[in-house]
């Protein structure tokens, strides 16, 4: 069983950053796979941003590219999100995802991820 919680969420003027971290508990972080999604209002759940179990492979939603970048710390069972050039339209519900993994790839389904936190609100002002 894996816990994870989410914080660094917040609001933000256009064009601002913020960094989002995903505590995780369990000794065996670095078998896990994760990932961000996001939920805006009356919207489906969209993918984000992943990364192997290593931190070797990531991917990336094509309205995040060149603006987020997501990273994990094995030592510290932590995985970050760091947006930048923040829009009103990255606003959302961010949640941390993660699922347990036998081989170095990523996934970018929610159906591939089986632990999740409860969210962290980040509201971006024009």
């Known amino acids: 069983q894996v816990q994870v919680v989410e914080s660094g969420g917040g609001l933000v003027q256009a064009g601002g950053s913020l960094r989002l971290s995903c505590a995780a508990s369990?000794?065996?972080?670095?078998?896990?796979?994760l990932a961000w999604f996001r939920q805006a209002p009356g919207k489906e759940r969209e993918f984000v941003a992943a990364?192997?179990?290593?931190?070797?492979?990531?991917y990336y939603a094509d309205s995040v590219k060149g603006r987020f970048t997501i990273s994990r710390d094995n030592a510290k069972n932590t995985v970050y999100l760091q947006m930048n050039s923040l829009i009103p339209e990255d606003t959302a519900v961010y949640y941390c995802?993660?699922?347990?993994?036998?081989?170095?790839?990523?996934?970018?389904?929610?159906?591939?991820?089986?632990?999740w936190g409860q969210g962290t609100q980040v509201t971006v002002s024009i």
């Open positions: 995802a993660a699922g347990y993994r036998n081989a170095n790839y990523v996934s970018i389904t929610v159906a591939e991820y089986d632990y």
């Open positions: 369990g000794r065996t972080f670095s078998s896990y796979a």
């Open positions: 990364i192997s179990r290593s931190g070797g492979m990531t």
